[in-house]
């Protein structure tokens, strides 16, 4: 998932999602500021660094996030400390559900629809051709990230 999407899937953190955040300073910001447009689940199914989280708030900000700046500050110190990166694990293109493969690999909710649907009617993925059949995904998503797929 790209680090926009990202963020902008934290801006839509439900009520629910927000109880189920770890406490500690920040959670109040980021519930505030991160619950304007996307699901807990989504948000936070990508793991980063502090500098990560910082490029991520730096794009929603380019979008038009509002907030003060230590605001902005607490939560990316809220998400490096309690949705810290972790080393990058490959996905199963046979097993990934769909909120995998749009964190994982950066794909639209369309593409990872595309790529269920492609597995679902004619079995499993075997190799890095086998994306190509996919209706809907540009092959160069695949290409790219050859090094994080698994069959």
Same mark, same amino acid.
């Given at each position: 998932?790209?680090? @926009? ?9 439900? #009520?629910?999602?927000?109880? =189920? ?11 505030? @500021?991160? /619950? ?8 936070? /199914? @990508?793991? =980063? ?11 929603? #900000?380019?979008?038009?996030? =509002? ?7 607490? #939560?990316v110190e809220y998400l490096a400390k309690n949705f810290p990166g972790e080393a990058v694990q490959k996905i +199963?293109? +046979?097993?990934?559900? /769909?909120?995998?493969?749009? /964190? ?19 079995? +499993? ?8 059949? #996919? ?17």
């Amino acid at each position: 998932m790209s680090v @926009l999407r990202l963020l902008l899937l934290l801006t839509a953190l439900p #009520v629910a999602g927000f109880a =189920q955040l770890p406490d500690g300073p920040g959670k109040d910001e980021t519930g505030r @500021l991160c /619950s304007q447009c996307h699901e807990l689940a989504r948000a936070l /199914s @990508l793991r =980063q660094d502090r500098d990560g989280w910082q490029a991520t708030m730096d794009k929603m #900000v380019s979008l038009g996030l =509002q907030g003060k700046d230590d605001e902005m500050r607490a #939560v990316v110190e809220y998400l490096a400390k309690n949705f810290p990166g972790e080393a990058v694990q490959k996905i +199963n293109l +046979n097993t990934a559900s /769909s909120i995998e493969l749009e /964190s994982g690999l950066s794909l639209k909710r369309s593409e990872a629809a595309a790529v269920i649907d492609y597995r679902t009617k004619n079995g +499993n993925f075997k190799s890095l051709d086998d994306l190509k059949k #996919v209706a809907g995904v540009p092959f160069a998503k695949f290409e790219a990230r050859k090094d994080r797929l698994a069959f």
